[in-house]
């Protein structure tokens, strides 16, 4: 009885301390505090019921059924909308907190909801090697099913929350991406509701121009019920090479020497200064040497940057034989690294032993509990971007941004971009390497300002031909985007489809000089 009372107190003296400093001082000066004691065991929670949901549904073999009257709902909702006089646009219901994107869409509150709640695996076809996936099934779930029957995605977005909608909707990448592309690149079909509440599917034969428009459109096409992603057979584990190097120069023609050897099914950097980075190269394999495994993904071991980081300071290379749904979902538990920034000692032996099984809080129930003022203080003070550039302009590229914002780590990720004509090709005709430079921090500069500094990045980027993510917050104007991103096919089918009615443009959705 003497423990309960004990906590009890506690848990006064807590409620009291919040009362006198308020809620927004402890959320924002001692948020682990309240991602400690009250996100964490939510998100366990959160995560327990999706999977066994994902699971029960999956094996009652019910998804296909629920699909079918799901699709039909939407419709009617659509056609509702348009017999109504469609005066506001449309959009998803999903609020804007369950996303991954650190933005809060404000469009939601004015725009027309569309309900789909549409979270499960549909089919594994394993003659034709493809999974077909409802668009809020997210990655944690696609991995956990398909590798426990032996198959995998060629291209596996890191965190386990990035749904499928978000993907092919927006983008996704991942370390196997300069074999495969991005993510859109391994999907071979589309189903979307248009704007007339009509159903269609698009594919490379089967309305084309629409397969090619649909990735990086925001949902401002049609809403997308269902994908068809190609699938490979999985091995058991990674076997992963870790190789330190020192000085730029090398460091980017190692980099561009790795990405190009297509015998490296995954390729990966984390750069942790101007002139110092480990580089990851990896195969997989149905073999492991037993003194050799480390299994990452258990709730004890260290932050995988920080192991990574371990053969930068020893100055050595090394192997090890990782599984590969944890290989998968390296970065997962400490959200890359930005985990450290909100739970500053999590990476701690300690806390890693007692509350590591917890790790990570979701995103989501942080952006629902950020408020106003973390949202400024984020915004203004912590870069999360991600920017798309030709692989030839890398050693430029981290000399800009070593400059301009001056964030370590650096994720690099390689990725071949294939010929197409939507939002994002090469120059060319032909494919050509490229690299995602990602920033997650915190600048370290003495004039960073989150609008000019992203704005002097973004010129840079559209200067050499290159892309920037849009989950992130962008901050073109709108000739400068459309200078950056192919509008031509999707302002065509734009028209054709009525989607001006009924949606809104790409760039009034995400960039910020629209939305304020």
Known sequence: MDPLLYLAGVAIMFLLWIKVKGLDYVIIHQRWIFVCLFLLPLSVIFDVYYYLRAWLIFKMCSAPKLHDQRVRDIQRQVREWKKQGGKNYMCTGRPGWLTVSLRVGKYKKTHKNIMINMMDILEVDTKKQVVRVEPLANMGQVTALLNSIGWTLPVLPELDDLTVGGLVMGTGIESSSHIYGLFQHICVAYELVLADGSLVRCTEEENSDLFHAVPWSCGTLGFLVAAEIKIVPAKAWVKLHYEPVRGLENICKRFTEASQNK????????????????????????????????????????????????????DCTGVEYIPLRQYYHRHTRSIFWELQDIIPFGNNPVFRWLFGWMVPPKISLLKLTQGETIRRLYEQHHVVQDMLIPMKHLHTAITRFHQDINVYPLWLCPFMLLPGRGMVHPKGQEEELYVDIGAYGEPKVKHFEAKASTRQLEKFVREVHGFQMLYADVYMDREEFWEMFDGQLYHRLREELGCKEAFPEVYDKICKSARH
Do not use: C
Request: no cysteine.
């Open 263 to 314: 015998e490296n099914t995954f390729v990966e950097g984390l750069q942790y200064s101007l002139d110092t980075a480990v580089i990851m190269t990896g195969t997989m394999t149905d073999h492991a040497e037993p003194d050799k495994i480390n299994r990452i993904g258990l709730h004890f071991k260290p932050w995988f940057f920080k192991h990574v980081e371990s053969y930068l300071e020893g």
